[in-house]
Structures are given as structure tokens and as C-alpha cells.
């Protein structure tokens, strides 16, 4: 469907991609009377799948999914599917999650707090060709792509974290305490100490301090 052809939200071909039944449910619930859910996905491979097979308008697409995240998707699909648009539905706002699925070719980024209607008209918007953030999303992006924010910097340093250390990291600078890590984690207090060194130690930081203000700055948290 060519990006200037008016599209009748109601014809909205849609697949949803997420690894949670629940949320998925929830979407299809509140959306699909209004537009034509024609696939799901909850991993990488089955949501590739899943577009694959239904060529849909938009995909609303998670950017956690075990296989590789939202963005793995998009580069499997785009190749072969370029007419395929991508809305991100995430409850993350964090800077390398944003620039990473737009950079893989997502037409948009929104949160899970969005309402059923803003969600649809995004959705049509994408469809039509139209780049959709949520508002405050919006100037991040601008600024991230403008070069106000070093992306380059953020994604060599975080390259360096693996998915654990990300985690534990991003609550540490949220200001958790270590036992509420732990919790959080379902793993020990130890494990979590060991993880923060690391962290540390991989970003040359001496702090949590220190660690807060590099995320902070860095819009990760």
C-alpha cells in the first residue's frame, strides 16, 4: 500500500507482537473491533512469521521479545516486506531502546500508557506513511537524531553491559537499593554486588552515583 493512499482505519490490517498473552489479549480486546487483527507474535520467529504470512499494514511491536528484541524483527521483515509499517508499543522509554528500533525502521514509538483511540489513529497514521510519537518521546527523538545526544556513545557503552547488567544497572540509577534489586531480579544480594562491580568496572564509573548521572544524562533511566 503506497504511503499517500488514504487508508480506512476499519480495512487496518494488524498484527500484534508481544511476549505477554495477557497484553496481547488486552490490545485485541480493545482495538480489534475497530481494526482487522490478523496475526500475533510473542517471539522473534513467530512474530516474523506471523508478517510474513499476513503481510499486514502495521505491526504494533514490543521492543523485549526473547529471540532478539523488537528490532530483530524489523530487519528480518523489512528486506523482503518493505511495504510492512512497524509502531513500537513499549512500556520502556529508555534512550536505546527508542533510537534502537527506529534505527532498524520503525515508523513510530509509543508507550503502553496510550489510550485505545490514540493507538488506533496512530496506527492509521503509521499506515499512511506518518512518523507517531508519544509527546514526550517526540523531542528526544530530535534531539537524538540532531546529535544534542551522543547515540553513538550510548550504544558502544552499553554493548559493553550484558542484558543482566543493564537491568541491574538501571535500577541502581532509579535508586534502588540492592536488597530491592534482589527482589526485583529474583536473585541474591550477592549476585547483584557482583553485577554492580561489573558495571562499574565496564564504565569506568566509581559510584552509584557516578551511575545515576550516566544514565540520567544519557536518558536511560
Do not use: C
Request: cysteine-free; charged content about 25%; hydrophobic content about 45%.
Amino acid at each position: 500500500m503506497s504511503e499517500d493512499q488514504a487508508l480506512d482505519v476499519t480495512d487496518l490490517r494488524v498484527v500484534i507482537v508481544d511476549d505477554h498473552a495477557m497484553f496481547r489479549a488486552g490490545v485485541n480486546h480493545e482495538i480489534g473491533q475497530h481494526v482487522k487483527i490478523v496475526g500475533e507474535g510473542e517471539d522473534v520467529e513467530t512474530a516474523v512469521k506471523a508478517i510474513l504470512e499476513t503481510e499486514p499494514d502495521v505491526v504494533l511491536l514490543d521492543v523485549h521479545l526473547p529471540g532478539g528484541g523488537g528490532a530483530e524483527v524489523i530487519k528480518q521483515v523489512l528486506p523482503t516486506k518493505p511495504d510492512v509499517k512497524f509502531l513500537a508499543l513499549s512500556v520502556s522509554d529508555a534512550a536505546q531502546d527508542v533510537i534502537g528500533v527506529i534505527r532498524a525502521g520503525a515508523r513510530g514509538y509509543v508507550t503502553k500508557s496510550i489510550s485505545s483511540q490514540e493507538l488506533i489513529e496512530g496506527m492509521a497514521r503509521v499506515a499512511a506513511g506518518d512518523a507517531v510519537f508519544s509527546p514526550r518521546l517526540a523531542g528526544f527523538v530530535l534531539d537524538a537524531f540532531s546529535g544534542a545526544i551522543d547515540i553513538a556513545q550510548v550504544d558502544e557503552e552499553l554493548d559493553k553491559l550484558s542484558a543482566r547488567e543493564r537491568e541491574v544497572m538501571k535500577l541502581i540509577a532509579r535508586g534502588y537499593s540492592y536488597k530491592e534489586v534482589a527482589k526485583e531480579l529474583f536473585i541474591s544480594i550477592k549476585t547483584v554486588e557482583t553485577h554492580v562491580s561489573s558495571v562499574l568496572r565496564k564504565l569506568q564509573l566509581s559510584n552509584r552515583h557516578q551511575l545515576t548521572k550516566w544514565a540520567t544524562d544519557r536518558h536511560l533511566v
